[in-house]
């Protein structure tokens, strides 16, 4: 197991010193978490939703800002910078989103696409939709949409990116955790039973789960960030050993995206619930398609579908997340994807989210060639989505009533 991330969470990048006293927060947990014998992926910084704090000027000034709260963040030690989401009730932040990140390299954003109490926000599941038809011009291969996800659902303190923001108050910090290697030594371990494998996945997540929170406690105590907890949501790696996929085969599935998946998938998730310590962000499935050896082999197969991730989703994980499109996809169909998102968090009171991404010039089964140490290459997927229309197709927020069991 490993940290993916010890994310850092400040109100406004623009106050005084607020990057640099986050920067030496972090490099002091990064040591902190070494010594206690973790390796650290990276640190990363995230703010409050930017349309608050973000000034309003011209496009050139406004990318120039973005590079330099980029390079800030980098000075001070800092991988990846997330200023987080724009948001339903402020629907002009949503299309400033394209240029900050053709401005920058390492920042992210998000767009969020419900609002409380159940709300789902027709304009801003387009204007997210819109985004990601964008955004995946900005590059050849339209790895630019890897910086940017549809929100559903989703809370502040969520440590994972593009997720991540603040929810305002003191600075505060949360873990990121790469742990599907866990899940799959638990399952291969050779439990005579489920609730057997199940346990010891349990018991293992409990133990790094207490070292991690060891440390955390000692670092908000001496430091004065306040630890805002785990999110254990079994991260993988494109190797079969850090592979989610690879692990709910183990527990029995014949292959991914087969019947008895969504079973498995749903024991997984179901163990993470019971483990015990402060919980942050998904704590769920993560079921990235590039990001996953396992994944990618069976989505290349045919095997695995958007549907069945959407599926896996409503008993489990994180949404849909890095999955290959046909770079002639239109922004009306990726609208009918992401509205299907928002509906299931909604209805289900879950937090989903969506990182699509188009890849120019491929087509339905094509090879995807990106060269990134933490994709596993596949195969573009097929989508079955047109435009949407009448009611759909509104400018209203409606509202999803949470499904109570009588």
Known sequence: MKLRSI??????????????????????????????????????LATSPFAGWFPRVESQNAMTLAHELEQAAKVNGFEYLSLGPALPEELHSFERIPELLAATQNVFFSGLMTTDGGGV?????????????????????????LRF?????????????????????????????????LAVQAFQAGASSLSEARDGFVESLQLHAGLLEETATALERDLGFCYGGIDFSPAPFPDDAISLGAAIEWLGSPALGLHGSLAAAAVLAEAIDRAQFRKAGFNGLMLPVLEDSRLA????????????????????????????????????????????????????????????????????GDRTDFKFAYFANSRVLPVHAGTLTRSLAGDEVFYIHRRERH
């Open 297 to 364: 082999q069976r989505a290349a197969e045919g095997t695995l579908s958007i549907k069945d991730l959407l599926l896996y989703s409503a008993v489990c994980g994180a949404g849909l997340d890095t999955v290959p499109l046909p770079g002639d996809i239109s922004a009306d169909q990726l609208a009918g994807i992401l509205l299907d998102v928002a509906v299931l968090a909604q209805r289900l009171d879950k937090p989903l989210t969506a990182r699509l991404m188009p890849v120019p010039g491929k087509s339905v």
């Open 149 to 181: 996800a549809a929100l559903a659902n989703v809370s502040a303190g969520t440590p994972f990116f593009p997720a991540a923001y603040h929810g305002g108050g003191k600075p505060a910090f949360a873990l990121a955790t790469e742990a599907a290697d």
């Open 7 to 44: 994310t850092c969470f400040i109100p406004s990048p623009l106050e005084d010193n607020s990057i640099e006293a986050a920067g030496a927060f972090a490099a002091t947990a990064r040591k902190a978490y070494e010594s206690a014998g973790f390796i650290v992926q990276t640190v990363r």
């Open 121 to 145: 926000s027709l304009p801003a599941v387009r204007l997210c939709a819109a985004i990601i038809h964008k955004a995946a011009s900005l590059s050849p291969d339209g790895f630019t949409n």
